[in-house]
């Protein structure tokens, strides 16, 4: 009750957030008729990305306070997150500066340039959901959303980077071995996130969508029973849960792998005790500013789209989005 209690007040707090600038270059959404559709259309989809947030800050700030405390995450916030937050999620966005107050400070550009992604993620949502707009305006809009974002001075970018970035590295893969469940539950995240595209791209009609946002959810929800069994063993990849997607907009599909390998980077940079504390700021600067190069450590679309069965095959990543059909 708490803790329930506690996250209201950061809730109260978010609610300003918006209006009040830190001075970084923050931007808001892009302006159209389109926006909170997705919201009010699949509001139970929505709240789950505020749970999200929650997920992804609290992590952040416990790794940064003490990474070896295994069972702060891998057990009493998992237990918060999976058995309360993500069953009655909050209804408004999470104030996350309020959740991660130490590391917003030190990691703000890595706070900013994951912010101006997830609503890159979110407009997105919306232009699906928006059934006024016709299909090849849909189209374009995305991409205009696209070009907007990439103009932004904290823009992933939409060359696809190799994996030796987040599996190579002498911190690689450390967090995913010291918290087998949390790691899980990201990627669970992140799974959700882009079928949900696919959801959104495959179905023609409302009810179509909607029937496959449900069965998008209620396969999300499976995956937190008995963890980490049927939690994804491997990074979702756009290209490989979301592939029609991915096919008409390769350049979003390939943002959103490269912020979701930058989420897994920077959790095992904080876990990483090859990595000093007073050195993982640094560390978290260099692999952003990769992620931002479109001139090196990149690989061609074709090998981009193949990647998922080189890799583990999309399985291993929670299935292909959208619904499940039968021959």
């Not at 952003?288 to 193949?306: K, T």
């Given at each position: 009750?708490?803790?329930?209690?506690?996250?209201?007040?950061?809730?109260?707090?978010?609610?300003?957030?918006?209006?009040?600038?830190?001075?970084?270059?923050?931007?808001?959404?892009?302006?159209?008729?389109?926006?909170?559709?997705?919201?009010?259309?699949?509001?139970?989809?929505?709240?789950?990305?505020?749970?999200?947030?929650?997920?992804?800050?609290?992590?952040?700030?416990?790794?940064?306070?003490?990474?070896?405390?295994?069972?702060?995450?891998?057990?009493?916030?998992?237990?918060?997150?999976?058995?309360?937050?993500?069953?009655?999620?909050?209804?408004?966005?999470?104030?996350?500066?309020?959740?991660?107050?130490?590391?917003?400070?030190?990691?703000?550009?890595?706070?900013?340039?994951?912010?101006?992604?997830?609503?890159?993620?979110?407009?997105?949502?919306?232009?699906?959901?928006?059934?006024?707009?016709?299909?090849?305006?849909?189209?374009?809009?995305?991409?205009?959303?696209?070009?907007?974002?990439?103009?932004?001075?904290?823009?992933?970018?939409?060359?696809?980077?190799?994996?030796?970035?987040?599996?190579?590295q002498p911190y690689s893969l450390e967090f995913k071995?010291?918290?087998?469940?949390?790691?899980?539950?990201?990627?669970?995240?992140?799974?959700?996130?882009?079928?949900?595209?696919?959801?959104?791209?495959?179905?023609?009609?409302?009810?179509?969508?909607?029937a496959a946002v449900g069965e998008s959810l209620a396969?999300?929800?499976?995956?937190?029973?008995?963890?980490?069994?049927?939690?994804?063993?491997?990074?979702?990849?756009?290209?490989?849960?979301?592939?029609?997607?991915?096919?008409?907009?390769?350049?979003?599909?390939?943002?959103?792998?490269?912020?979701?390998?930058?989420?897994?980077?920077?959790?095992?940079?904080?876990?990483?005790?090859?990595?000093?504390?007073?050195?993982?700021?640094?560390?978290?600067?260099?692999?952003?500013?990769?992620?931002?190069?479109?001139?090196?450590?990149?690989?061609?679309?074709?090998?981009?789209?193949?990647?998922?069965?080189?890799?583990?095959?999309?399985?291993?990543?929670?299935?292909?989005g959208g619904r499940r059909r039968t021959p």
């Amino acid at each position: 009750m708490k803790a329930r209690l506690w996250l209201g007040l950061l809730l109260v707090v978010s609610a300003r957030s918006a209006a009040a600038q830190t001075g970084r270059d923050e931007e808001f959404y892009y302006p159209g008729a389109f926006n909170w559709t997705f919201r009010r259309v699949y509001p139970d989809a929505a709240r789950l990305f505020n749970a999200f947030d929650y997920g992804h800050a609290v992590l952040y700030e416990r790794l940064l306070a003490d990474p070896a405390d295994t069972d702060a995450l891998e057990q009493r916030a998992y237990d918060f997150l999976v058995h309360d937050l993500l069953v009655r999620p909050p209804r408004f966005a999470i104030a996350e500066e309020a959740v991660m107050p130490r590391y917003s400070r030190a990691a703000w550009r890595a706070q900013l340039m994951f912010d101006q992604a997830h609503i890159l993620h979110r407009q997105i949502y919306d232009v699906y959901t928006d059934v006024r707009i016709a299909p090849d305006a849909r189209i374009a809009l995305v991409e205009r959303l696209t070009d907007r974002y990439l103009a932004g001075r904290y823009a992933f970018t939409a060359e696809p980077k190799v994996m030796d970035l987040m599996e190579g590295q002498p911190y690689s893969l450390e967090f995913k071995r010291r918290f087998p469940k949390f790691n899980g539950l990201i990627w669970a995240y992140h799974w959700l996130q882009v079928g949900l595209y696919e959801a959104l791209e495959t179905e023609t009609s409302e009810d179509g969508k909607r029937a496959a946002v449900g069965e998008s959810l209620a396969r999300f929800r499976a995956m937190l029973v008995d963890p980490p069994r049927r939690l994804p063993s491997v990074m979702p990849m756009t290209s490989a849960v979301a592939p029609a997607f991915s096919a008409r907009h390769p350049r979003a599909a390939v943002i959103f792998d490269n912020l979701h390998m930058m989420h897994d980077v920077i959790s095992d940079i904080l876990t990483s005790g090859r990595v000093p504390a007073e050195g993982k700021m640094a560390a978290i600067a260099a692999a952003l500013d990769e992620f931002q190069r479109g001139d090196r450590n990149v690989m061609s679309l074709e090998h981009w789209r193949m990647m998922g069965d080189h890799v583990g095959g999309v399985a291993a990543m929670g299935g292909i989005g959208g619904r499940r059909r039968t021959p």
